[in-house]
């Protein structure tokens, strides 16, 4: 009987309710919930991303019962006073969502959604996850106002060493260190790095995703917001040597995130260079999408913003070669692994036609270190271990 009574106490157990803040179209929030947050609490996310959520996210949402709230509103609408408003919407549905409903609230991404967050009572506990732009790139300004929420936050996670210090020392006077644990975001997509680099050659995985085998395949970014700075690189792109030109197979991969409007933008600048290629909306995940990433011999990252990528691992642990904006700063992989840099995007074809006439092939040891790097099996104990401390 008391082992009966035991074990229906432990199946009645009822689970504590997190709020997640960000974005529901990003893998980074889905993979997370499915290693590390499902089995632990009731679900709702708050999302801050304006973007479409693809079919294949809202069915994995919807069969684990997880609710989503808009509360980004249209935070790309022409309009100023339109976006501010929606803005300042978003903020207080955030805060009375987290004050109303939740236990936890976990920050993806410390940005304006965040804001009101710093005057949540005590009893709810509030982790931060910093994940680098929203610290690197905060202005004088912005840097002072945040101070409030995190001296408020009973967690705070960085994905490195570096975000780390540079945190400790922007915030040196808050004696904010007990707080802080390292802990990164995984891929499951990188499971399959190595079984597709023995099973598949580049021709053959370009043969699969009818690309051309002949032609030397360049992806450009790696979804359909403009922050990928497409047109800009693709107008840079029109400058090389006709006779490279020639050889180029241009891919631009939008699976998610691309609007009608962009899209027309897209097409039109594509349309009327004299590059071969195509935006490509297919959405793939798992082995298909590895299959896909490693059609690219190169891969050219100039987003805006630098928060790590688990897309640009992805490149990386298929052998392509990525061209990246200098201003990301990515420190841990400088020491592992050769990476080419334009500091502008006006520097965009002196730097690829470097990389295309050294014509260098990352080593075994390169392609082992990202295909490895962010792999949830070695990522799921830091979150873990921090949300029992919580």
């Known amino acids: 009987m008391l082992y009966y009574n035991e074990k229906m106490k432990k199946d009645t157990v009822v689970k504590k309710k997190l709020l997640l803040l960000g974005s529901a179209a990003s893998i980074y929030t889905k993979d997370y919930i499915d290693y590390v947050l499902f089995d632990r609490y009731q679900i709702g996310i708050a999302n801050t991303d304006s973007s479409h959520v693809s079919v294949e996210y809202q069915d994995f949402y919807d069969s684990k019962g997880i609710k ?4 980004a509103g249209n935070a790309t609408h022409h309009n100023k006073i339109i976006r501010k ?60 106002f945040m101070k409030r929420i995190y001296i408020r936050a009973d967690k705070i996670t960085v994905a490195t060493d570096y975000l780390k210090q540079y945190f ?3 915030y040196r006077n808050l004696k904010l260190e007990f707080k802080i644990t390292e802990a990164d975001l995984g891929d499951k997509n990188l499971d399959f790095a190595s079984e597709i680099n023995k099973q598949f050659t580049r021709e053959q995985c370009k043969a699969e995703c009818g690309v051309p085998i002949e032609k030397i395949c360049v992806h450009i970014g790696y979804n359909g917001r403009s922050q990928q700075q497409h047109i800009e690189i693709i107008r840079e792109m029109k400058k ?5 030109k020639q050889q180029l197979y241009l891919i631009i991969p939008c699976g998610y995130s691309l609007t009608d409007h962009y899209c027309m933008q897209l097409e039109a600048e594509l349309k ?5 290629g195509k935006i490509d909306k297919t959405y793939y995940d798992g082995k298909a999408l590895m299959i896909y990433r490693k059609t690219a011999d190169y891969f050219i990252n100039m987003q805006t913003t630098d928060v790590m990528s688990s897309s640009m691992i992805e490149y990386l642990s298929v052998g392509a070669r990525m061209l990246q904006g200098g201003w990301l700063k990515y420190y841990e992989l400088d020491n592992h692994i050769k990476v ?7 520097d965009l074809k002196i730097e690829f036609v470097k990389m295309f006439e050294e014509n260098y092939e990352y080593t075994k040891e390169e392609v082992e270190f990202a295909s490895h790097y962010l792999l949830w099996d070695d990522r799921k104990e830091a979150w873990v271990k921090m949300m029992d401390n919580l």
């Not at 506990?125 to 929203?134: N, T, V, W």
């Open 240 to 244: 090389l040597p006709e006779k490279m």
């Open 85 to 144: 408003l929606n803005l300042y919407l978003g903020r207080l549905l955030a805060f009375f969502l987290a004050i109303g409903f939740y236990d936890v609230i976990h920050v993806h991404y410390v940005g304006s959604y965040s804001d009101l967050l710093c005057f949540l009572p005590s009893s709810k506990k509030l982790i931060l996850s910093i994940y680098g732009s929203d610290l690197l790139r905060a202005n004088k300004r912005r840097m002072n």
């Open 168 to 170: 400790l020392q922007a």
């Open 340 to 346: 080419y840099k334009a500091d502008r995007i006006a």
């Open 272 to 276: 009327n260079s004299d590059l071969e």
């Open 68 to 71: 989503i709230y808009n509360i």
